[in-house]
């Protein structure tokens, strides 16, 4: 069965500093990769999804970029924090199948700069 | 623009309680709705996806129904461990593979 880790599971970090958060997927190949964010009092938002090594869109502008080094490993990444980066990052990976096109969800990093 | 719109934000309910949650979408075409549900601090686990008006969909004390303007989770006797976050998203044709999430209700059932 499909297996999906993210880590840290929670970070404190101060403005400015730089940021690497980490998702993997075990028990798939070649998976479509997502970053979502949940802010306070917000919706799920959709940052960054890829569709193969090296691959990557971006939905929104901001200072996070993501990259995808290896076809299981999905990074997102920051060279300065801001404030407004606070939040709970969700790692989702794609599963198709017949009839079915669904999204699974990591179990999240929380992240709160100060 | 896409818009998915969950109500109530909040709902208590008593053990036994039967109700329903409601998830209204704006959508340019629709290519499915999916519910889940998240608890505190947790990822969302997903629940359910619906592809097309008149769908249903069962599990457990949990029934999704679909329309062509929103879709309803139904909770039949809930009990305590139900309590949670539940999120509803849509799938359309103009985002791709993109999930547009509502903001969620969170149901509190007591004993």
């Known amino acids: 069965s499909q297996t999906i880790h993210q880590w840290p599971a929670t970070l404190v970090q101060p403005v400015g500093s730089p940021l690497s958060l980490e998702c993997t997927v075990e028990?798939?190949?070649?998976?479509?990769l997502y970053w979502y964010r949940q802010a306070a009092g917000r919706g799920l938002q959709l940052l960054f999804y890829?569709?193969?090594?090296?691959?990557i869109s971006s939905e929104v502008p901001q200072n996070l970029s993501a990259s995808r080094p290896q076809d299981r490993q999905f990074i997102l990444s920051s060279k300065k924090l801001l404030l407004s980066d606070s939040g709970f990052y969700l790692c989702?990976?794609?599963?198709?199948?017949?009839?079915?096109?669904?999204?699974?969800f990591g179990p999240g990093t929380r992240l709160t700069v100060l | 623009e896409d818009q998915v719109t969950q109500s109530p934000e909040a709902l208590r309910l008593q053990e036994g309680e039967s109700s329903s949650l409601n998830c209204s979408y704006t959508?340019?075409?629709?290519?499915?709705l999916f519910w889940y549900r998240q608890d505190p601090g947790k990822g969302p686990e997903f629940l359910f996806t619906?592809?097309?008006a008149g769908e249903e969909k069962e599990k457990e004390r949990l029934k999704a129904t679909l329309t062509k303007k929103e879709s309803f989770l139904h909770i039949t006797a809930p009990k305590p461990e139900d309590s949670a976050t539940y999120l509803c998203?849509?799938?359309?044709?103009?985002?791709?593979?993109?999930?547009?999430f509502g903001k969620g209700t969170t149901l509190s059932v007591s004993s």
């Open positions: 989702a990976w794609r599963a198709l199948g017949q009839g079915t096109d669904t999204q699974y």
């Open positions: 028990g798939t190949s070649n998976p479509n």
């Open positions: 890829s569709v193969g090594i090296g691959q």
């Open positions: 959508v340019s075409g629709l290519r499915g």
């Open positions: 619906l592809y097309s």
């Open positions: 998203a849509v799938q359309t044709i103009q985002a791709g593979t993109a999930l547009i």
